[in-house]
């Protein structure tokens, strides 16, 4: 079946890191990528996504590149901030009406 | 406007008791979920309804039964509460079979004490 893995964390940066985040997909077909995000006592956001290969979806400064030949959907940004702290989830949707989510990753920004 | 709105927020109720989520979703869309975020933030879903049809029911006790009476609502109603059900309930919608993303409420957390 479809999967999803990202890089355990957590993660802790300082203002003006770069952050990465790792994320290799298994799917059958040719899913979907996406990046959600979750604040702090808040819902699920859609960060960013792509719908196909080579497509690269970018939103408030983050960025991921749907990588077939690697099964690969990584985020990056380049300068975060103490806003940007978060759990970050990789997902994939392959056309099943099923949306399969990566464990998350907790990302912390300090001063 | 709210897209995806889910109530209550929090709900703490005691073992074996019996509860009702509600969903709403104004956008339109045709399928409509609901998934689990256990206490480690694993996200997993648990059921899938396209134009208040069931179509994913995954490996949930029978004491949770979801019911669609339209496209835009999806309720989640759990029999006999044990303690194992404390998590937070997201309900979700999205159009057709989700290739363009899912849209997500706040979620409802729940507390079995």
């Known amino acids: 079946g479809d999967s999803v893995t990202q890089m355990e964390g957590p993660v802790t940066l300082s203002e003006e890191a770069f952050l990465t985040i790792n994320c290799t997909y298994t799917a059958t077909g040719y899913p979907s990528l996406f990046w959600y995000v979750q604040y702090p006592g808040e819902g699920l956001q859609l960060l960013l996504k792509?719908?196909?290969?080579?497509d690269k979806g970018s939103n408030k400064g983050f960025e991921a590149t749907y990588r077939k030949e690697t099964t690969s959907f990584h985020l990056e940004k380049g300068s975060v901030q103490v806003s940007d702290s978060a759990v970050y989830f990789c997902a994939l949707s392959d056309s099943d009406y099923k949306l399969s989510f990566g464990a998350g990753t907790t990302v912390t920004v300090r001063a | 406007d709210t897209a995806v709105s889910q109530t209550p927020k929090y709900l703490v109720t005691q073992m074996g008791n019996d509860k009702s989520i509600k969903c709403e979703q104004n956008l339109g869309h045709d399928t409509m979920y609901w998934y689990k975020q256990d206490s480690k933030k694993f996200l997993k879903i648990m059921f899938s309804?396209?134009?208040?049809?069931?179509?994913i029911n995954e490996t949930v006790p029978n004491r949770f039964s979801p019911k669609s009476p339209d496209k835009a609502h999806l309720n989640l109603h759990i029999n006999s509460l044990e303690l194992g059900d404390s998590a937070v309930y997201f309900c979700a919608s999205s159009g057709g079979q989700g290739v363009y993303g899912y849209t997500f409420g706040s979620g409802t957390r729940l507390t079995v004490v």
């Open positions: 792509a719908t196909k290969a080579d």
């Open positions: 309804y396209n134009n208040k049809e069931l179509i």
